[in-house]
Structures are given as structure tokens and as C-alpha cells.
Nanobody, 127 residues
Framework: QVQLVESGGGLVQAGGSLRLSCAAS????????VGWFRQAPGKEREFVAA????????YYADSVKGRFTVSRDNAKNTVYLQMNSLKPEDTAVYYC????????????????????WGQGTQVTVSS
């Protein structure tokens, strides 16, 4: 069992940056695939980015490619989501999720493949 806690959300102007953190406790994080998802008001939860523990491969939704970067620090049991050039449409609650499964690339964005979820952190981008 692993517990996930997100932090780093807040209010930022369009064009600004935020770095979200997903801290894990309960188990060593190094062999978990970790994904970031977001949910805007009235919308379905959607995939943002993910990083696996094999070669640290990363995956991104088209909407955030080139602007967001996912990384991990296993020594700190933490995964980060660096968000640059933020847009009002990035406004959402951001969640991190984890699984020990070796997900193929096409499954990295599938919410049902993740076993553990954090409580979310709010990101608001003003225009």
C-alpha cells in the first residue's frame, strides 16, 4: 500500500509556471509508474502525463506536450510535474496516481490501470 499526497497547486496568471509534487509514503516509490491526471469543473478526468520506473520513460497528453515536464526523485519518494506557459484551460484539480504494473505506452493514460490516488491539488490559471 502506498499513500500519495499532492502539493504545489495555486493561483497563477496565464503564461506563468507551477511545480506540483506527488509525495509517496508507505512503500518505496522507485518501482511505481506514476501518472498525473486533471479534472476541470463539469468535465471528465483526463490524462496529463506519466513516468514509469523502467528507463524513466515519460508520456504526455498532446495538450501539454512542450509545456509540462514530469520527473521523479526516488531518493525523496516524489514525482514532480513542472508546468510552464500555463493557460486558463489548464485550470483543474490535479491528481497523481500510481501502480506497480508495467504499463505499456498505450495504457499510461488509462485511469483504471492505476491503483492508488492522491486527494488532488487545485490549479487555477487566470487570464
Amino acid at each position: 500500500q502506498v499513500q500519495l499526497v499532492e502539493s504545489g497547486g495555486g493561483l497563477v496568471q496565464a503564461g506563468g509556471s507551477l511545480r506540483l509534487s506527488c509525495a509517496a509514503s508507505g512503500r518505496t516509490f522507485s518501482r511505481y509508474t506514476v501518472g498525473w491526471f486533471r479534472q476541470a469543473p463539469g468535465k471528465e478526468r483526463e490524462f496529463v502525463a506519466a513516468i514509469n520506473w523502467i528507463a524513466y520513460s515519460t508520456y504526455y497528453a498532446d495538450s501539454v506536450k512542450g509545456r509540462f515536464t514530469v520527473s521523479r526523485d526516488n531518493a525523496k519518494n516524489t514525482v514532480y510535474l513542472q508546468m510552464n506557459s500555463l493557460k486558463p484551460e489548464d485550470t483543474a484539480v490535479y491528481y497523481c496516481a500510481a501502480t506497480t504494473d508495467r504499463l505499456p505506452a498505450q495504457a499510461m493514460g488509462v485511469m483504471q490501470r492505476y491503483d492508488y490516488w492522491g486527494q488532488g491539488t487545485q490549479v487555477t490559471v487566470s487570464s
